[in-house]
């Protein structure tokens, strides 16, 4: 699959645990790596006529920050280095970035947010932007704006290594299987193995804890978070191709299509100038070999 770049590291203060829901903002300082440094230094910053008064990035750029729903637990994506304090990963990257292209600098700070919370977040004004392996649906796109495409990921199976007889999803029938609340693989399994008894956690980490306390026998998940997990984690095994296509968007509050414009000419910037693909090099890149992959096309699926 495709490659992270090394994230761009944000030091945080206040941290909520790992897999929690929490609406406190997380201030991010510097303490960027020199990798990650480098990429920024590359990433646009937006003409003053594009900061259309009144609009969600003049509100924005007053405030100073950018208020960013998204992971504190996600490994390659945005986790919290233990090491460092600072917050690295694909998304976390991409959301600085953006904060960049608002601001001149890379200032914002993250909401530890949920799968189940990321719509109220926005509705209500806590978050400006979700950068959260967040894949663009019909269904969801009534609650919420999309920018994007911005990844492409696909739906695949982790087991304890050593399990044998699932290669593919019509194995979890009559199987007790964990997936993530408010994900598309409850549908996915639904579809393809009706049998199958889900058993969904808020986070990955717990997904993950729960698949090697024999709690499932199978856990249903991106690829991108798979991959990153089973580097992780030895004990881990990737038992199937991803058997879903699931593009990636970047959540905003429904109706605002300002901001979704806005946003989606910046994500075609540095789609072109490169920085796109340093971000994904520096993550998701250091575990998987080759060149960066193409980007999605923006507005290529239904929702976006």
Known sequence: MKKMLAVLAVSVLG????????????????????????????????EAAAILPGST?????????????????APLLSQQNPATGQVEGFDADLGKALAKYILGEPKVKIVNSASETREALLANGTVDVVFQTYTITEERAKQVAFAGPYYTSGLTIAVK???SGITKPEDLNGKKVLAGANTPAIPAIKKLAPQAEIITFGSDPECVQALKQDRGVAYVQDETLLIADAKKDPSLQIVTKPFTVDP???GLKHGDDQMKTFVNDWLGKIQGNGVWQGIWKN????????DAPQPPKIGSVPGS
């Open 15 to 46: 941290l909520t645990a790992c897999g929690e829901t929490s609406n406190t903002a997380v201030p991010a300082v510097p303490g960027e790596s020199k990798a990650a440094t480098d990429v920024l230094a590359n990433a646009p910053v937006a």
């Open 248 to 250: 990636y968007g970047i």
């Open 161 to 163: 290594k050593g399990t």
């Open 57 to 73: 990035m003049d509100k924005i750029k007053k405030r100073g920050e950018l208020l960013v729903g998204g992971s504190l637990d």
């Open 283 to 290: 993550s998701i890149g250091t575990v998987v070999t080759g």
